[in-house]
């Protein structure tokens, strides 16, 4: 097996992180490709009660097991397969059970702060920040977590002001510097997922000894965004 191409997807929160991974993976066979969230690399926080659990912030890069998810990449580009945590957002603690994860040719990482660290941020062959709007962003995350995580109205904007809206400006926002590509608006730009969909098929077919070189796929995105 070929070392796998690993995509690193960022951006703020509801910045529209998911639906460009959504389409990238889209466009390729479903074993020959994986997404895996940065959200399931919460830290366990069984030591503590739900009260205390709930006060987590969770845009501040020492709520992740960072080093958990390096090892579990590493493991992957070595081509063993992993045992991914699961994040339960209504009780704020992972779940005792794991999901299998096998290698694949493309692995895609999708993240509020993975380009936050250094060791991690080395490891992505594709760099991309997702950069919407805020306004479009805090809307996406009401219906989300009013939606799916069992927030009210008044909690969600409470935490946006005191947490969410300060983390991205200190530590989201400025890795869009690490980026090899900045797409506005996420899945809408048809251009810059479809540049990226051609690179990672051109590498698929190239021949086993030879080694992914992204220098110039990176020029050629810096220039087009």
């Known amino acids: 097996m070929k070392k796998p191409i690993l995509i690193g997807i960022t951006g703020g929160t509801g910045s529209g992180k998911s639906t460009v991974a959504k389409s990238i993976y889209r466009n390729f066979k479903k074993e020959s490709i994986a997404i895996i969230m940065q959200d399931s690399y919460y830290k366990d926080q069984s030591h503590l009660t739900f009260d205390e659990r709930t006060k987590t912030n969770y845009d501040h890069p020492h709520a992740f097991d960072t080093p958990l998810l390096i090892e579990h990449l590493e493991t992957l580009l070595r081509g063993e397969a992993i045992e ?13 059970e794991t999901i299998k994860e096998e290698p694949k040719d493309i692995i895609i990482v999708e993240g509020i702060l993975i380009l936050e660290d250094e060791k991690l941020r080395d490891l992505f062959d594709i760099k991309i920040y997702v950069d919407t709007d805020a306004d479009i962003r805090i809307l996406r995350r009401l219906t989300r977590d009013i939606r799916d995580r069992g927030r009210t109205l008044e909690s969600v904007i409470e935490q946006y002001l005191s947490v969410v809206r300060p983390m991205h400006l200190q530590f989201i926002e400025p890795t869009k510097r690490y980026a090899d590509l900045i797409v506005p608006e996420g899945g809408k730009n048809r251009v810059a997922i479809d540049i990226l969909v051609s690179t990672i098929k051109q590498h698929l077919t190239e021949q086993p000894q030879d080694e992914p070189s992204f220098s110039h796929v990176q020029e050629i995105l810096k220039s087009d965004s």
């Open 84 to 96: 991914m945590p699961i994040y339960d957002f209504t009780v704020h603690n992972r779940k005792k």
